[in-house]
C-alpha cells in the first residue's frame, strides 16, 4: 500500500510539474537567499544532530546519518 | 512610474533571473571565502548539556562550481536515563567503566551522571556543473568522539528540465561507523554486575554500515512559490545498540526490581538488544512561498522503519521581514513517534527467566512512543559592520506515555516516561 502510495505520488508530481513554472525573467523572487530550499544550513545541520540524538528518525530532506546519539 | 523606471525595473528582474540559474541556486559567483561562525548551547535541566561551536565556509567559483567547508566542535556532558524505571526504593547502577557505581534514589528516574564526551566534525562538499542542465555534489564527513568514529561519503546527482522549473536530483551515501563503549561491551540481555565483580564486558570495537538512496524532486510552482519531494532509503547493517542503556527486571505481580541472579546489585538489570539491521524510509515535502515580503518554510516527513518505528514530523516556520536588515522567525516543530517493536520500559521476572520477550529488547525512551514539540523564535540582523547575524532560541519537550496500561503493582505510582525539557540557544555570524 504504502509503495502504491509512493508511485502514486511521483506519478502525479512529475505530471504535474510540467505545467508549473515561471519564464526565465520571472525569477526575481525565487533568486532571494531567503527564498532557498535551505536557507539556514547552520540551523539545520544543528538540528539534525538534535532530534537524531533524541528520536528515532533522522534524514528526509538530505542524508540522515552523522553520528553515534549514545546519551 | 516612468517608462526609465519600467525598463529600470524589467532589468533588475532580468539581472536576478540570470544570476539564479535553476529554481535551487541563489548565490552569483564571488570567488570570496563566505564565513559563518555559529555557537550553539544546548540544556537539558539536570541533563544533558552540549556546547558546539561550528564554523563553515564557502567559495564559489567563476565556473559555478561551490566548494563548503564545516568543521564542528561538541563538547557533552551531564547525565542521561539508562533504561531502568523508578521504583520504590533506591537504586545502585555500576558506572559503564566499570569503576565506581552511582544511584538513584526512591522514586527517582536513574540517571547515569557519568556522561562526557567531545566530539569533532569535519565535512566538505563540492558542487560542480556538468554541463548547463546537470551538476553533481560530492559530500564527504569524518566524525570522532571517545566512544565513537564515523566517516561517510556522498555523490548527488541534480538534473533541471522543464525550462529549469523542475530539478531532479539522485544521491547515494555511505557510512562506516565504529564503536569503541566506555568499558567495552557486555553480553546482549546479560546482567549489569557489580563493580565489585570481575568485569563481563568485552574490551573491544564493532562496527555499522550504513547505505543511502536519497531521490527527490524540487519544482517552481510560480512566482513566489518553491516546493520539493523527496524519497529516502537506508539500510543499516552492523551494531546498532546504546551499549550503556539497561533494562529493569519486575516482580510479576508487585512491579518491583527483583534481585539479580549473578550480580551483586540489589536489582536486577539487563543490557539492551537491537536487531543488526534496521531498514529506514521517508517520504519527505516541503513548500516556500513568498507572501507581502515574508516568506512562509512548511515541510512534513513520513519516516518508517522495520523496527516498527513510524513518525510524523510537521515544521513550520514563518520568516516576518521587517526590513530589508531584519526579520523575525517565529518556528513550530510536532513530531510523532510509534515506538519500536522491542520496546519496553520494563519485563517480568518470568519473562526474564523464560526467554519470552523475544530476541531484541531495549527500554531507551528514544524508541518508546513519543511526541516531540518545539518552539522557537529568531532574530536575524545585520551588524553595524554589515554583517548578518541570527540569534535563535528554542524549546523542545518530548512527552510519552508515563503512565502505560502494562504497568505492574507499584509501577503504576511511578512515572515510567518522564518529560524531558531541551533549551536551545544559537548566535550565527558570517562575514
Known amino acids: ?71 | 512610474m516612468n517608462k526609465f523606471n519600467k525598463i529600470a525595473g524589467l532589468l533588475t528582474t532580468a539581472t536576478g533571473s540570470l544570476l539564479a540559474t535553476s529554481a535551487t541556486q541563489a548565490n552569483e559567483a564571488t570567488e570570496e571565502w563566505d564565513v559563518d561562525v555559529a555557537v550553539l548551547v544546548y540544556s537539558e535541566p539536570d541533563r544533558v548539556s552540549a556546547l558546539e561551536p561550528a564554523i563553515s565556509a564557502k567559495k564559489t567559483y567563476d565556473d559555478e562550481s561551490v566548494l563548503n567547508l564545516k568543521l564542528v566542535l561538541d563538547s557533552l556532558t551531564g547525565a542521561s536515563h539508562n533504561g531502568a524505571t523508578a521504583t520504590d526504593s533506591a537504586q545502585t547502577f555500576t558506572r559503564p567503566s566499570g569503576n565506581g557505581s552511582y544511584s538513584a534514589q526512591t522514586n527517582e528516574t536513574p540517571l547515569d551522571d557519568t556522561f562526557r564526551d567531545t566530539r569533532v566534525s569535519f565535512s566538505a562538499g563540492y558542487e560542480m556543473p556538468v554541463d548547463r542542465l546537470n551538476r553533481v555534489i560530492f559530500g564527504a564527513n569524518v566524525s570522532n568522539e571517545y566512544d565513537f568514529f564515523s566517516m561517510s561519503g556522498s555523490a548527488t546527482w541534480l538534473k533541471d528540465i522543464n525550462q529549469r522549473n523542475t530539478t531532479l536530483s539522485a544521491g547515494v551515501s555511505v557510512e562506516y561507523d565504529t564503536i569503541k563503549p566506555v568499558g567495552g561491551f557486555a553480553d546482549p540481555l546479560s546482567e549489569m554486575l557489580g563493580n565489585d565483580q570481575a568485569s563481563n564486558k568485552e574490551d573491544t570495537t564493532d562496527n555499522r554500515v550504513m547505505s543511502e538512496l536519497l531521490l527527490g524532486i524540487t519544482q517552481v510552482v510560480d512566482r513566489n512559490t518553491l516546493m520539493q519531494f523527496n524519497y529516502g532509503f537506508a539500510l543499516s547493517d552492523g551494531y546498532h545498540n546504546d551499549p550503556y542503556k539497561i533494562i529493569s527486571v519486575v516482580d510479576d505481580t508487585t512491579g518491583e526490581t527483583v534481585a539479580p541472579t549473578t550480580s551483586t546489585l540489589a536489582g536486577r538489570y539487563l543490557y539492551e538488544n537491537r536487531p543488526d539491521t534496521r531498514n529506514k524510509q521517508s517520504l519527505y515535502g516541503k513548500v516556500k512561498r513568498f507572501v507581502s515580503g515574508d516568506v512562509v518554510d512548511v515541510s512534513y516527513r513520513y519516516m518508517w522503519d522495520d523496527w516498527d518505528v513510524v513518525s510524523h514530523t510537521l515544521d513550520f516556520r514563518y520568516r516576518f521581514n521587517l526590513t530589508n536588515n531584519q526579520y523575525i522567525e517565529p518556528h513550530v516543530r510536532y513530531y510523532s513517534q510509534q515506538a519500536a517493536e522491542f520496546y519496553r520500559h520494563s519485563i517480568t521476572e518470568s519473562e526474564a527467566n523464560t526467554q519470552s520477550y523475544g530476541d531484541y529488547l531495549s527500554a531507551d525512551y528514544r524508541l518508546g512512543d513519543m511526541i516531540g514539540t518545539t518552539l522557537g523564535l529568531k532574530w536575524g540582523f545585520v551588524t553595524p559592520g554589515g554583517h548578518k547575524s541570527s540569534v535563535r532560541l528554542e524549546y523542545y519537550q518530548q512527552t510519552g506515555d508515563s503512565n502505560p496500561d502494562d504497568a505492574i503493582g507499584i509501577q503504576q505510582s511511578q512515572n515510567l516516561y518522564p518529560d524531558v525539557d531541551a533549551y536551545i540557544f544559537q548566535y550565527n555570524y558570517e562575514f
Open chain 1, 1 to 71: 500500500m504504502k509503495n502504491l502510495l509512493l508511485v502514486a505520488l511521483v506519478v502525479s508530481t512529475v505530471t504535474g510539474c510540467s505545467q508549473m513554472g515561471v519564464k526565465p525573467w520571472e525569477r526575481d523572487i525565487l533568486a532571494r537567499e531567503d527564498m532557498a530550499l535551505q536557507s539556514d544550513p547552520m540551523d539545520a545541520a544543528f538540528d539534525d544532530h538534535i532530534y537524531f540524538s533524541k528520536e528515532a528518525s533522522s534524514g528526509g530532506q538530505s542524508f540522515g546519518g552523522g553520528g553515534c546519539g549514545c546519551n
